[in-house]
C-alpha cells in the first residue's frame, strides 16, 4: 500500500520563500498542501498555487487564520508538518501554537534568541514533539560551515560578513550566528587584540560573538543571500564564501525537513542535524 502523502501548511505563503515551498511541495510526489496563511490582506482567498506561478490552481485559497488552519491541520489522518517563513516578531508564538496542536514545525524564520530556543525546545520535549529549526536550508552553507570548522584549526584571527535583500528584519542573519556559535565551540579565542580599538563610529567593528567572533551586517536591493567567513594569519588571507542566486537551491533542505521531523520527538536546530 502506497504511503499516504505528508499534509503540509504553509505560514508565510504569499511571501517569497513561502511560494516557492508551495512550487517545491506541489512537485514532490510523497506530501500535499493543505493550507496556506498569510498576514498579507492583498493576497487573501487567492489560490494558493497561482501565487505560486503554478500552471494550475491548487483549491487552497490564502487566509490570515493560522490558529483554525493548525486545527484543521491536526485533524489530518497523517501527522501535519507546518512550515515558517514569517516574521521574527511572530515566529516564537508560531512554534509554540503549532507544538499545541500536535503540528510539527519546519522553521526558517530567524531572530529567536537563544533562551527563546532553549523553552521552544522544553515545550517540543514535554509534548514530544518533532521541531526542525534551520536558519538555512542551503547544503552549499553547511559544507562552508564546515570548511570553517576545519581552518579554524589553524587560523587565530576570523570575521563573518553576511549580506542580504534589503527586506530582510533581523540582522545578524540566523546562519551568520550560527557559523559564529559553531566556530565558538572548537574551544579557542580568536582575534586576540594587537591595539586598543576605538570605534568612531558606534558599531564599526561589526556585532561580537562569543570567543571574539564578529560579525558584520549588510542589507541592499539586488541581494538575496550570502555569507563570507574569512581567516587572516600572517601574509594570507582565506576566505569561504557561500552565494544563493535563486532561492530554489534550499527546497531539496526544506523538502528533507519535512520527511526528517516527522520522525523526531524533540527540537533540533541546524540542516546538518539531519543529513
Do not use: W
Not at 19 to 38: F, N, P
Not at 48 to 74: K, V
Not at 219 to 241: C, D, K, M, S, W
Not at 251 to 269: D, E, F, Q, T
Request: charge should be negative; aromatic fraction near 6%.
Amino acid at each position: 500500500m502506497a504511503q499516504a502523502p505528508i499534509p503540509v501548511l504553509v505560514n508565510g505563503a504569499a511571501g517569497k520563500m513561502g511560494r516557492e515551498v508551495i512550487r517545491a511541495i506541489a512537485q514532490s510526489t510523497d506530501m500535499t498542501l493543505v493550507g496556506a496563511v498569510d498576514r498579507n490582506p492583498q493576497y487573501q482567498d487567492r489560490d494558493a498555487g497561482e501565487l505560486a506561478g503554478l500552471s494550475e490552481p491548487l483549491e487552497i485559497p490564502i487566509t490570515n487564520q493560522f490558529e483554525p488552519m493548525l486545527a484543521f491541520a491536526a485533524q489530518e489522518k497523517q501527522p501535519a508538518v507546518m512550515v515558517d517563513f514569517t516574521h521574527p516578531s511572530s515566529i516564537y508564538n508560531n512554534i509554540r501554537s503549532a507544538i499545541a496542536y500536535g503540528v510539527r514545525p519546519v522553521v526558517g524564520t530567524t531572530g529567536l534568541s537563544t533562551e527563546q530556543i532553549a523553552e521552544l525546545a522544553d515545550f517540543a520535549d514535554k509534548a514530544s514533539t518533532g521541531c526542525l529549526i534551520i536558519p538555512n536550508f542551503s547544503i552549499g552553507m553547511v559544507l562552508l560551515q564546515q570548511a570553517a570548522v576545519a581552518a579554524s584549526q589553524y587560523f587565530d584571527h576570523v570575521e563573518i560578513i553576511e549580506l542580504h535583500h534589503n527586506q530582510k528584519a533581523d540582522a545578524p542573519s540566523g546562519t551568520a550566528i550560527q557559523t559564529a556559535e559553531i566556530l565558538a565551540e572548537m574551544g579557542k579565542p580568536f582575534n586576540p587584540a594587537l591595539v586598543e580599538e576605538t570605534e568612531k563610529l558606534p558599531g564599526a567593528r561589526g556585532s561580537l560573538a562569543k570567543e571574539g567572533i564578529r560579525i558584520h551586517s549588510i542589507r541592499l536591493p539586488g541581494l538575496i543571500a550570502h555569507q563570507e567567513v574569512i581567516f587572516g594569519a600572517a601574509g594570507q588571507v582565506y576566505t569561504l564564501r557561500h552565494d544563493t542566486s535563486d532561492r530554489a537551491c534550499y527546497m531539496p533542505g526544506v523538502l528533507l525537513a519535512i520527511r526528517k521531523v516527522l520522525l523526531l520527538k524533540s527540537l533540533i536546530y541546524g540542516l546538518e542535524k539531519i543529513l
